[in-house]
């Protein structure tokens, strides 16, 4: 049974850090591409970052360049996103998925396994 679970989530005042952690269980976890995503109150999950299996590819989405790192450390099985310079839009439940497609993928609908989401909460 393949199992995401995302941890490192909080409360932060703007312009903090946080990072959070996916550990993966069930799943060849080298093989596979990962993903965070989050989704605000009352609006849509969308794309933050992807890595792919052997962490020579990554891709983030327009607003957290610079700020976020996704990384990932297959020995222990676990990705991870590095987020500095948080903003009060960065609140949102955050969401760490696995595709078995060997490429940076942005669509929700690469991605097969999910977490159920951690979630981070950014004050002015």
């Known amino acids: 049974q393949v199992q995401l679970v995302e941890s490192g989530g909080g409360s932060v005042q703007a312009g903090g850090s946080l990072r959070l952690s996916c550990a993966a269980s069930?799943?060849?976890?080298?093989?596979?591409?990962m993903g965070w995503f989050r989704q605000a109150p009352g609006k849509e999950r969308e794309f933050v970052a992807t890595?792919?299996?052997?962490?020579?590819?990554?891709s983030y989405t327009d607003s957290v360049k610079g700020r976020f790192t996704i990384s990932r450390d297959n020995a222990e099985n676990t990705v991870y996103l590095q987020m500095n310079s948080l903003k009060p839009e960065d609140t949102a439940v955050y969401y760490c998925?696995?595709?078995?497609?060997?490429?940076?993928?942005?669509?929700?609908?690469?991605?097969?396994?999910w977490g159920q989401g951690t979630q981070v909460t950014v004050s002015s």
């Open positions: 998925a696995a595709s078995a497609q060997p490429v940076v993928r942005r669509a929700q609908g690469a991605y097969y396994y």
């Open positions: 890595i792919t299996w052997s962490g020579g590819s990554t």
């Open positions: 069930g799943l060849t976890f080298s093989s596979y591409t």
